[in-house]
T-cell receptor
Framework: GQNIDQPTEMTATEGAIVQINCTYQTSGFNGLFWYQQHAGEAPTFLSYNVLDGLEEKGRFSSFLSRSKGYSYLLLKELQMKDSASYLCAVRGGPSSGYALNFGKGTSLLVTP | NAGVTQTPKFRILKIGQSMTLQCTQDMNHNYMYWYRQDPGMGLKLIYYSVGAGITDKGEVPNGYNVSRSTTEDFPLRLELAAPSQTSVYFC?????????????FGPGTRLTVL
């Protein structure tokens, strides 16, 4: 089975930096994804890590440590539009059709 | 490309009614998925398909059925709706040889069973 944990809620100030953590325990690992989901909308892809280290993509970075079962999403220069839910997901292998196993999501509120 | 499209966007069902949630993708993806999302509970996998004619159960398949007669379409069938099936349903697709193999999600169907 798989267990994926992330904080339920976080609040940060516009222009600041925020780090959203995700820990996982899985029977198989084939990559870790971060998705952003605005209220009432579909999840949209943010980042992907399959090897240890940091992946940077504009204002967003994601880090992975496979030995620790740990990832984080780093959002820099926060904007009001970054208020959304951030979903951590571990991808299974071919026996599960590479399906994603999601955490419950972290609701981020960006305040002025 | 329209990406992944889902119909209807909203639906209210009475207990015991049946319905089909439609999902179509125009990206020639061979992998397709159905998830449900309950408030505060994350997305749970209902069924998935790795290609036309091939489907398999996910984590929460009870009360649902799927078919995959074409690459583009992956409908989800509810035969006897129950209040526990009130949820938001997302269809997704992916292509395993893409760089990230990320899943692309449709806009969702919001279903209420009363």
């Amino acid at each position: 089975g798989q267990n994926i944990d992330q904080p339920t809620e976080m609040t940060a100030t516009e222009g600041a930096i925020v780090q959203i953590n995700c820990t996982y325990q899985t029977s198989g690992f084939n990559g870790l994804f971060w998705y952003q989901q605005h209220a009432g909308e579909a999840p949209t892809f943010l980042s992907y890590n399959v090897l240890d280290g940091l992946e940077e993509k504009g204002r967003f970075s994601s880090f992975l440590s496979r030995s620790k079962g740990y990832s984080y999403l780093l959002l820099k220069e926060l904007q009001m539009k970054d208020s959304a839910s951030y979903l951590c997901a571990v991808r299974g292998g071919p026996s599960s059709g590479y399906a994603l196993n999601f955490g419950k999501g972290t609701s981020l509120l960006v305040t002025p | 490309n329209a990406g992944v499209t889902q119909t209807p966007k909203f639906r209210i069902l009475k207990i015991g009614q049946s319905m089909t949630l439609q999902c179509t993708q125009d990206m020639n993806h061979n992998y397709m998925y159905w998830y449900r999302q309950d408030p505060g509970m994350g997305l749970k996998l209902i069924y998935y398909s790795v290609g036309a004619g091939i489907t398999d159960k996910g984590e929460v398949p009870n009360g649902y059925n799927v078919s995959r007669s074409t690459t583009e379409d992956f409908p989800l069938r509810l035969e006897l709706a129950a209040p526990s099936q009130t949820s938001v349903y997302f269809c997704a697709s992916s292509y395993p040889l893409d760089r990230y193999n990320e899943q692309f999600f449709g806009p969702g169907t919001r279903l209420t069973v009363l």
